[in-house]
């Protein structure tokens, strides 16, 4: 599904999708599938506004930042 002709990613990036696959027992595309599920459910509570409570105010921008969100 993913290969690095669809996809440019650093080698060391492409390493701990290969490890992480390994120690799961899971394919490198189900590691980059879970991946990517886990960023848009984080970046959609970190727009809702969900997450922020639980980041130290301090940091919240770098957050919003990282997200664009604002």
């Not at 669809?6 to 879970?34: P, W």
Request: charged share 25%.
């Amino acid at each position: 599904m993913f290969s690095r002709n669809h996809i440019q990613m650093s080698e060391s990036l492409m390493d701990l999708i290969q490890r992480s696959a390994r120690e799961d027992g899971i394919r490198d595309s189900e590691v980059m599938i879970r991946a990517l599920a886990m960023y848009f459910t984080f970046r959609q509570e970190v727009r809702s506004g969900l997450v922020l409570g639980l980041i130290d105010p301090e940091h919240q921008h770098q957050l919003k930042q990282a997200f664009d969100v604002f």
